[in-house]
């Protein structure tokens, strides 16, 4: 589901925001209530020129405009996207 998730993250960006990444980070949360997946947005910081908790709230707003089946809610925490998957 990592890869999943991972690949269809990294696609959203790439195309929504003109990047060309290869790859992105994605982590298990340390508190499980929290999701089963979180994205920390740090990493796009740089390339994007904004501030990470600016990043996460306008990915959530790509997934939410193109959300996937197979997940379940995403929430966003500062600079983290918090997932809850299918």
Same mark, same amino acid.
């Given at each position: 589901?990592?890869?999943? *998730?991972?690949?269809?993250?990294?696609?959203?960006?790439?195309?929504?925001? &003109?990047?060309? *990444?290869? &790859?992105?980070?994605?982590?298990?949360? @340390?508190?499980? =209530?929290?999701?089963? #997946?979180?994205?920390?947005? #740090? @990493?796009?910081s740089k390339p994007l020129k904004k501030?990470?908790?600016?990043?996460?709230? =306008?990915?959530?707003?790509?997934?939410?405009? &193109?959300?996937? @089946?197979?997940?379940? =809610?995403? &929430?966003?925490?500062?600079?983290?996207?918090n997932f809850k998957v299918n």
């Amino acid at each position: 589901m990592r890869d999943l *998730l991972s690949k269809y993250i990294l696609e959203l960006v790439n195309n929504n925001y &003109n990047l060309n *990444l290869e &790859n992105i980070i994605l982590e298990t949360p @340390q508190n499980s =209530e929290f999701g089963d #997946f979180a994205l920390p947005c #740090f @990493q796009f910081s740089k390339p994007l020129k904004k501030g990470p908790p600016i990043i996460s709230t =306008e990915i959530k707003t790509l997934i939410d405009n &193109n959300k996937e @089946q197979f997940i379940d =809610e995403v &929430n966003c925490a500062g600079p983290y996207l918090n997932f809850k998957v299918n």
